[in-house]
C-alpha cells in the first residue's frame, strides 16, 4: 500500500511538473513574438535610417527622410503589432481562410471569391498613378521586412496565432491593401440585404400599404448643416423560408443593422469658445480584440499626419495634419442592387441580356480546404455583376426557377483608386485642397468632414450609380437584369455628390442620418442609418452658441436617448398610474414597479441604470408582439427595434395601428393591450434572466461591450485571456453608441460601436486627444493589448500631438531601422 501511495504521489508531481513544463513553454514560445520596441534592425529597401519612436500609450511615431520610408516604416510597424490582424484580413479578402480553418469558413471563402474582390484589387493596383503604387510598394517592404526579422530571428512567428494555425506567410503586395481597402467595404454595405429584406417582407404582407410601416422611409428633409444659431433662439444662445444569418466570427458578412455607422461633426470659428474649428469623429464598426484601429503619427515630407489607421493600409483614414482634419461617417449610398437574371431554357450557361442571350464570363476557381477535399468552383458574371448564391443574405427566397441573382456595386470596380485619394488628402493644407483629393475616391461611400483653420465642410465621397428615372423599382428591390433602364449606366459626376461648405450656422455634422431630399435618381438613397441619434445631436449642438473641445467630447460621449423619451409617452400612454396597488408578488405588481421606475427616467442609458434594462427589453417585446402573426417566420429577420415603426403604429398613422390587432384571434386587439403584454413579457425575460428585484437592475450588465478575439475567444480557459469585456453605458439610439447584438442568448451584449474615437482643436492642435477601445498590440501577452480598454470605457482619452519632443519624452522604446549597405 505505502508503495503505492508512493508511485501515486510521484505521479502526481509528474503531472504537476509537466503542465508547469507545458505552460512555461507555451509561454516562452509566444512571448518570443512580443516585439522589441528598442530595437536596430538592418533592413534592405532603405534609402536612409528610419525611426519609430513609441510614446507612452505606445502610438508610433515614424519619422524618415522621404516619404518611401515613411510608409516602410508604417509597414514595418503594422507588421510588429497587428500580424495576425493583417494575415487575416488578407485571407478573407482573398477567400483563403479555408485552408486554415477548414470546412468552418468555407461559406465565407465561397461568396467573396464570387466576388473576385482580390483579382479586383490587383487591376487596381496597376491602374494606380506612380506616387501611390510607391508608397503601397514601400509599405508592402516594411511588412516584408518584419517577417524577414520573424523568420531570421525565430521571433516565434511574428504572433501566437501563427503557432497554433500553421499557416504560412506570403510577402505583402500592393494589391493585399487595395483587398483589404475592398473587404471594408463589404463589412459596410447594407444595401443588397435590405433588398432581399424589402422583397421578402413584400412577398410576406398581405396588405402592402402595411409595407411603409415596417420599412419606412426616413422623414424630412435632410439634416447637415444647422441654421444660425440667431435664427432659432432669437436674442439669445407571403411567407419565405428563412436562413438564419450567423455568421462566422471571421465573416465580414454583418446583419443590415450592424453594417457600418459613425458620427461627426464640426464647427467654424464663429461657433468655437476659442474661435478655432473643431472636429469630432468616432467611427462605429464590429468590436474585436484587438480593435480593427490603429494609431500612428507619420512625418510625411508634406509635414505630419496623426490619427486613426486600418492595419494592412498605408494611410491615415481619420485624423489631423497641422493644417486640416478629415473625419468619415458611412454615408449610406445606394451603392448595390440586385438583379434577377433569366437563364436560356436551352443553354443554362447563356442569360438574357437586352440584346438577347449571351453566355456568362466564366472562370475555375479552387479553394484549398484543411483536412477536406479542395472545392471548386465556377465564378460566372454578367454585364450587371457576379453571380451569386442562393445562400447568401437568402437571396434563393426571392429568385424564381430558371433564373439566378447578381449584384452591381461599386466596390467591384476593378480601377479603384480609393488608397489615392487617401493618400492626397493627407498632403491637403485647405479644405478646398481636401474636397479636390477626395474626387478619386470609389467605394465604400462615406461622408468626408473637413476642418481646416478657417473652413468647416462635409461631402459625400465615392462613386454614386448612375440609374435610369425608367429603373422598374428605383434601386429598392431586385429587378430583371435584362432591361435597359434597370442597368446602371456608369457613375454621376464627382459635382453631384451631395457638399456642405462654410454653412452660414457654422455647424455641420451627421449621424448616418438623411442628408439631402433629392427626387430619384440623384437620391442618393432610401435607406439611412440613423433617424434617432441626430435628433439629440441637433438639441446638443444649438443648446450652445459656442462649442469647445469639453463640448464636443460631451457630446460624443451623449447617453440620452430620444428613442425612449419619444416613444416611452406612446407606449404607456394608458398605463402610467392606473389602477389600484396590486399585492406584492403578482405580475401587476411587477408591471407596476417597472411603470413607476420609467415614469421617472430620464432616458439616460446609464449603465448603473435598471431603467434602461426594463425600456429595451419592453420595446424589444413589443415589436416582436407587432410583427410574429403578419410576418411568421420573417419577423426574426428584425433582429434590431424599428423606432419609426413603433412610432407609426402608436400614432396609427396612415392606419398602421392595425399591426396592434392579431389576425389570428377573433377579437380586436388595441395597442395599450398590445403594449401592457409586451411589458410583461419583458418581465418576465428579466425575471428569468436577471432576477426579480428591478431596482437592482443594472443596464451595463446586459450591456457588455464584446471585445472579442476573433478566432481564439471561444476556446475554453484561452477565452479569459484574450476576450475584453466591460459593462458600457449607451444604447442602440444614443450619441454614445452601442449598438446591441439583437438575438438571444444576450440581445442587448454591445457588438458595434466606436472603435475609435478623436476630437480636434484647431486652436490648440497638441490639446487634440483621441483613444481606442482596446490597444495597440494584437499580442495578447502585450501590456498595450488593453492599456486602452479602461480609458475608453470611461470616456477619457489620450494626447493627440505632433510634438516630436513630447513623443520621445516618455517612449516606451524607439526601434530603428538601417538600411543594408549595397
Request: glycine share 8%; with cysteine; hydrophobic share 40%.
Amino acid at each position: 500500500m505505502a508503495l503505492i501511495f508512493r508511485w501515486l504521489i510521484r505521479l502526481t508531481a509528474g503531472l504537476i511538473l509537466l503542465s508547469v513544463l507545458s505552460v512555461v513553454t507555451v509561454y516562452w514560445l509566444a512571448s518570443r513574438s512580443l516585439p522589441d520596441y528598442d530595437d536596430a534592425v538592418t533592413v534592405q529597401g532603405l534609402s536612409s535610417p528610419v525611426e519609430i519612436v513609441r510614446d507612452n500609450a505606445n502610438v508610433p511615431h515614424i519619422f524618415g527622410a522621404t516619404d518611401h520610408d515613411v510608409f516602410f516604416g508604417l509597414g514595418f510597424a503594422h507588421a510588429q503589432d497587428r500580424m495576425w490582424q493583417m494575415i487575416m484580413l488578407r485571407r478573407t479578402a482573398q477567400g483563403r481562410l479555408s485552408e486554415v480553418f477548414g470546412t468552418a469558413t468555407l461559406e465565407i471563402d465561397k461568396v467573396l471569391r464570387r466576388f473576385d474582390i482580390y483579382t479586383l484589387s490587383v487591376q487596381s493596383a496597376e491602374a494606380l498613378d506612380p506616387r501611390t503604387r510607391a508608397a503601397l510598394e514601400a509599405y508592402a517592404a516594411g511588412v516584408n521586412a518584419r517577417l524577414e526579422q520573424i523568420n531570421t530571428e525565430a521571433l516565434g512567428r511574428g504572433a501566437p496565432e501563427m503557432l497554433l494555425f500553421n499557416a504560412p506567410m506570403a510577402p505583402w503586395r500592393p494589391a493585399d491593401s487595395i483587398a483589404i481597402t475592398k473587404l471594408m467595404g463589404v463589412q459596410l454595405s447594407g444595401h443588397l440585404e435590405a433588398e432581399v429584406i424589402r422583397a421578402r417582407t413584400s412577398l410576406a404582407l398581405p396588405d402592402q400599404d402595411r409595407l411603409k410601416d415596417i420599412l419606412p422611409d426616413s422623414p424630412g428633409q435632410g439634416v447637415a448643416a444647422l441654421p444660425e444659431y440667431q435664427a432659432l433662439v432669437p436674442g439669445a444662445p407571403r411567407h419565405a423560408g428563412n436562413i438564419p444569418l450567423n455568421p462566422h466570427p471571421l465573416s465580414p458578412f454583418k446583419p443590415r443593422e450592424l453594417a457600418g455607422a459613425s458620427n461627426a461633426w464640426a464647427a467654424a470659428p464663429s461657433r468655437s469658445a476659442s474661435g478655432g474649428t473643431l472636429l469630432a469623429n468616432d467611427p462605429h464598426l464590429g468590436f474585436t480584440a484587438p480593435a480593427i484601429w490603429y494609431l500612428a503619427r507619420l512625418e510625411l515630407q508634406s509635414g505630419g499626419v496623426i490619427g486613426g489607421t486600418i492595419p494592412g493600409m498605408p494611410v491615415v483614414l481619420t485624423g489631423r495634419s497641422a493644417d486640416l482634419g478629415w473625419g468619415l461617417t458611412s454615408a449610406y449610398l445606394d451603392d448595390q442592387d440586385i438583379f434577377i437574371e433569366e437563364l436560356n431554357p436551352d443553354n443554362p450557361e447563356e442569360y438574357r441580356t437586352p440584346d438577347g442571350f449571351k453566355p456568362f464570363e466564366t472562370r475555375p476557381s479552387i479553394i484549398t480546404v484543411k483536412d477536406a477535399d479542395p472545392v471548386t468552383l465556377t465564378l460566372r458574371w454578367t454585364d450587371n455583376g457576379p453571380v451569386l448564391p442562393g445562400t447568401h443574405y437568402n437571396l434563393a427566397s426571392i429568385t424564381p426557377p430558371g433564373h439566378v441573382t447578381t449584384v452591381s456595386w461599386t466596390n467591384l470596380s476593378p480601377r479603384d483608386t480609393s488608397l489615392a485619394a487617401a493618400m492626397r488628402l493627407m498632403e491637403a493644407k485647405s479644405v478646398e485642397e481636401g474636397l479636390a483629393a477626395a474626387e478619386g475616391y470609389v467605394a465604400p461611400a462615406q461622408n468626408l468632414t473637413l476642418v481646416d483653420r478657417e473652413d468647416i465642410a462635409m461631402k459625400m465621397i465615392g462613386a454614386m450609380p448612375r440609374r435610369d428615372a425608367q429603373h422598374q423599382s428605383q434601386g429598392r428591390l431586385p429587378a430583371p437584369g435584362w432591361i435597359a433602364a434597370n442597368r446602371w449606366q456608369g457613375r454621376m459626376p464627382y459635382a453631384a455628390n451631395p457638399e456642405f461648405v462654410a454653412p452660414a450656422g457654422g455647424i455641420l455634422g451627421n449621424t448616418n442620418n438623411k442628408t439631402v431630399n433629392r427626387p430619384f435618381p440623384n437620391h442618393v438613397s432610401f435607406l439611412w442609418g440613423d433617424t434617432q441619434r441626430v435628433q439629440r445631436w441637433q438639441r446638443l449642438m444649438q443648446n450652445r452658441q459656442v462649442h469647445t473641445r469639453d463640448s464636443f467630447i460631451e457630446a460624443q460621449l451623449d447617453t440620452v436617448s430620444f428613442t425612449a423619451r419619444s416613444l416611452l409617452p406612446l407606449m404607456g400612454a394608458e398605463l402610467w398610474f392606473t389602477g389600484e396597488a396590486a399585492p406584492d408578488g403578482t405580475p401587476e405588481r411587477q408591471r407596476q414597479r417597472a411603470l413607476i421606475l420609467l415614469a421617472g427616467w430620464s432616458g439616460e442609458m446609464n449603465e448603473h441604470l435598471p431603467e434602461p434594462l426594463i425600456y429595451a427589453a419592453w420595446l424589444r417585446s413589443l415589436q416582436a408582439r407587432l410583427i410574429q402573426d403578419e410576418l411568421g417566420p420573417l419577423a426574426e429577420e428584425f433582429t434590431h427595434v424599428q423606432p419609426l415603426f413603433i412610432e407609426r403604429v402608436f400614432r396609427d398613422v396612415e392606419g398602421a395601428g392595425v399591426w396592434c390587432d392579431v389576425i389570428q384571434s377573433t377579437r380586436v386587439e388595441t395597442c395599450p393591450e398590445m403594449a401592457r403584454l409586451a411589458l410583461d413579457d419583458a418581465l418576465i425575460w428579466i425575471n428569468e434572466t436577471w432576477g426579480d428585484n428591478l431596482e437592482s437592475l443594472r443596464w451595463g450588465d446586459a450591456h457588455q461591450a464584446t471585445h472579442d478575439h476573433q478566432v481564439l475567444g471561444e476556446v475554453p480557459v484561452l477565452r479569459y485571456f484574450v476576450n475584453i469585456r466591460q459593462s458600457t453605458s449607451g444604447g442602440d439610439n444614443t450619441l454614445l453608441r452601442g449598438r446591441t447584438k439583437g438575438t438571444m442568448p444576450n440581445p442587448f451584449y454591445n457588438v458595434h460601436g466606436a472603435g475609435y474615437r478623436g476630437v480636434y482643436d484647431f486652436a490648440d492642435r497638441d490639446s487634440s486627444v483621441f483613444v481606442t477601445s482596446t490597444g495597440q498590440s494584437g499580442h495578447f501577452l502585450s501590456r498595450h493589448y488593453d492599456d486602452m480598454a479602461q480609458l475608453w470605457r470611461r470616456g477619457e482619452y489620450i494626447p493627440m500631438s505632433l510634438d516630436e519632443d513630447l513623443a520621445r519624452a516618455a517612449a516606451v522604446g524607439v526601434t530603428v531601422l538601417t538600411p543594408a549597405p549595397r
